[in-house]
């Protein structure tokens, strides 16, 4: 079974621009989970999905944005980037329906804001 | 309201010694908790998980841990240290039924002395 695939892995960015990430689950995963991973902050949830809806959302600015499509695959939208973005965003995926399904991870996108 | 903290951000030990990781955590019900490994320029593994089934986990190479509620606690062990265990390792909580969300520790840089 092919793993968690994540495009770009790489991207560079100047302040004020937007970006979107992508994110193909597991075969048979409905739940996309993604994280911002930063030196200073450490690993940070930033929001859910399941069936195309938003279950679950951590505390980040209305910048960050996400979505779900009919197939699970996710993308997040980040907009008006800030230097503070720079980060690599994990995204996780798991069945989604047990009292708590191992997440597997993606190998993340690096993105740097210049 | 959960979270875990690991204590030392970096973990030195020579090949072949014990390998011990602390974690302690805080959750307002049962808690479910993880251990993930993140090797350079990749995203995270899942080495082992307690989900109250038994309170010594074994997981993926030679690891294991001991779920401890009376120390609130959940260390990661391995008997004697491989230079391929030099990477970072995460702590993480999860108490919601249906919820994807995993709150991570610090982490804690493991470095194998030859």
């Known amino acids: 079974k092919a793993g968690v695939t994540q495009t770009p892995r790489y991207l560079i960015k100047t302040r004020g621009q937007q970006v979107t990430l992508s994110c193909s689950p597991i075969?048979?995963?409905?739940?996309v989970s993604w994280y911002q991973q930063t030196p200073g902050q450490g690993l940070q949830f930033l929001f859910e999905?399941?069936?195309?809806?938003?279950?679950n959302k951590g505390n980040f600015p209305g910048r960050f944005s996400g979505r779900q499509f009919s197939n699970s695959r996710s993308e997040m939208n980040v907009s008006t980037l800030e230097l503070g973005d720079s980060a690599l965003y994990l995204c996780?995926?798991?069945?989604?329906?047990?009292?708590?399904?191992?997440?597997?991870f993606g190998p993340g996108t690096r993105l740097t804001v210049l | 309201a959960q979270s875990v903290t690991q204590l030392g951000s970096h973990v030195s030990v020579s090949e072949g010694a014990l390998v011990l990781l602390r974690c302690n955590y805080s959750s307002s019900v049962p808690p479910y908790l993880f251990w993930y490994v993140q090797y350079p320029n990749q995203g995270l593994q899942l080495l082992l998980k307690y989900t109250s089934a038994a309170t010594l986990v074994k997981g993926i190479n030679g690891f294991e841990a001991e779920f401890k509620k009376s120390e609130t606690s959940f260390h990661l062990t391995k008997p004697s240290a491989h230079m391929s265990d030099a990477a970072e390792y995460f702590c993480a909580v999860s108490a919601n039924f249906g919820n994807e969300k995993l709150t991570f520790g610090t982490g804690t840089r493991l470095t194998i002395i030859p």
């Open positions: 999905y399941f069936s195309e809806t938003q279950r």
């Open positions: 996780a995926s798991s069945p989604g329906e047990g009292q708590f399904d191992e997440q597997f």
């Open positions: 075969s048979g995963h409905r739940s």
